[in-house]
């Protein structure tokens, strides 16, 4: 998972979407090799703060 505003890489095990992704893979007769997958966002950190910046812009 990568944040979009502070750019904060966060990895996590992922074992089911892997086995899901073999099984998937076999089942079309491909050979899978290896995989990447990267998703995009906002970390706990800037979405608190994006979340704080909004109360507090709409407060003023």
Known sequence: ???DECH???EFDYQ???AALIAK???QGFELRAETIE???L????KAKAT???A???SA
């Open 43 to 46: 970390c706990a950190d800037c």
């Open 52 to 54: 704080d910046a909004a």
């Open 8 to 10: 904060n890489v966060m």
């Open 56 to 58: 507090v812009g709409t």
């Open 39 to 41: 998703l995009t966002g």
């Open 25 to 27: 893979a076999a089942k």
């Open 16 to 18: 089911d979407i892997h």
């Open 1 to 3: 998972m990568i944040c």
